[in-house]
């Protein structure tokens, strides 16, 4: 696939921050970071709004009842609980958009090289299931698409989110032309795993150093491949402040891990998407998020 790296022309990112959630007080969803990322960015690249993705090409990845089940307001109090956050209309709007942004980072990718979603991420989605935070699969839908269309067949998911891609290796994990990796806490959440092509569980505590040469082995494995695209969640929850994350990185150790899988993706159109990040003061994630957006400028 031909790609072309573009120096000159003004870098575009997608943001869905303007479609926030209503939560009950002191829920612990951080809602108000994507939109405090939007304002720390928006001055060094153009921030365009997130088209919601339609029904039919979430459809081709999530289960029919699924999809109407969370369109017409029926999920089960029991999957309200799973996913972590409350029904409502601008939940579903801000799903659909969430997907549309990294869809339009993926053909941003593919014309130019890189793309970049601030927001995404979302890997505990599966098939037939919506949790941990996660409506809809954005990386596992835009594959798809992109397949229909004939743009691209083979993919690598390097998920670096604290957390294991569950969903996305229920969706991809068995699909001989994607590649999944995830790199997560051997302690965290999802405590029931679906594997995904190589799975690194990383004990509490690791730290910067063991964490980037664990990165840069899981690479050598999962980038023996070709592929037509490269997604790469650049979770900020293995931060050592984060209130989830176990992994005690900082943010100079994280910089280095945008650094090391960016560089290693280099010559794959690269889509970035934010997944987690759970500071106690959301302006810590966004300088996590923020510099991996000046990674992805830096490298481009
Ligand atoms: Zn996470």
């Given at each position: 696939m031909a790609m072309t790296r573009s120096l000159n022309i003004a870098f575009e990112v997608w943001s869905h921050d303007r479609w926030s959630i209503p939560l009950p007080d002191g829920h612990k969803f951080p809602i108000s970071k994507y939109t405090l990322l939007r304002e720390r960015v928006q001055d060094r690249v153009i921030v365009r709004e997130s088209d919601a993705v339609s029904w039919e090409t979430l459809a081709l990845v999530h289960e029919q009842d699924l999809l109407d089940r969370i369109?017409?307001?029926?999920?089960?109090?029991?999957?309200?609980?799973?996913?972590?956050?409350?029904?409502?209309?601008?939940?579903?709007?801000?799903?659909?958009?969430?997907?549309?942004g990294t869809m339009a980072a993926a053909r941003r990718a593919l014309e130019h090289g890189v793309g970049m979603n601030l927001g995404g991420g979302t890997h505990h989605a599966g098939r037939d299931f919506a949790r941990g935070y996660c409506l809809f699969n954005d990386v596992a839908v835009t594959l798809a698409r992109?397949?229909?269309?004939?743009?691209?067949?083979?993919?690598?998911?390097?998920?670096?989110?604290?957390?294991?891609?569950?969903?996305?290796?229920?969706?991809?994990?068995?699909?001989?032309d994607a590649f999944t990796l995830s790199?997560?806490?051997?302690?965290?959440?999802?405590?029931?795993?679906?594997p995904s092509d190589l799975d690194v569980d990383l004990p509490s505590g690791t730290g910067d150093d063991d964490y980037l040469a664990e990165l840069d082995r899981a690479l050598d494995v999962a980038l023996s491949g070709a592929y037509d695209i490269a997604f790469?969640?650049?979770?900020?929850?293995?931060?050592e402040g984060?209130?989830?994350g176990r992994l005690s990185l900082t943010k100079p150790g994280l910089r280095a891990r945008d650094e090391l899988v960016?560089?290693?993706?280099?010559?794959?159109?690269?889509?970035?998407?934010?997944?987690?990040?759970?500071?106690?003061?959301?302006?810590?994630?966004?300088?996590?998020?923020?510099?991996?957006?000046?990674?992805?400028?830096a490298l481009r």
């Open positions: 369109r017409t307001g029926q999920m089960s109090i029991r999957e309200q609980r799973g996913l972590g956050l409350p029904w409502s209309e601008t939940l579903v709007e801000r799903g659909r958009r969430s997907v549309g992109l397949r229909e269309e004939g743009a691209v067949r083979s993919a690598v998911v390097v998920d670096c989110d604290v957390h294991q891609g569950d969903g996305t290796a229920q969706i991809l994990g068995q699909d001989p790199l997560h806490g051997a302690r965290n959440y999802p405590f029931q795993r679906i790469y969640l650049a979770g900020a929850d293995p931060w984060d209130r989830l960016l560089t290693r993706l280099r010559g794959i159109p690269t889509v970035v998407v934010l997944a987690g990040g759970y500071a106690p003061d959301p302006n810590d994630t966004v300088d996590i998020n923020a510099a991996t957006l000046d990674c992805v400028l």
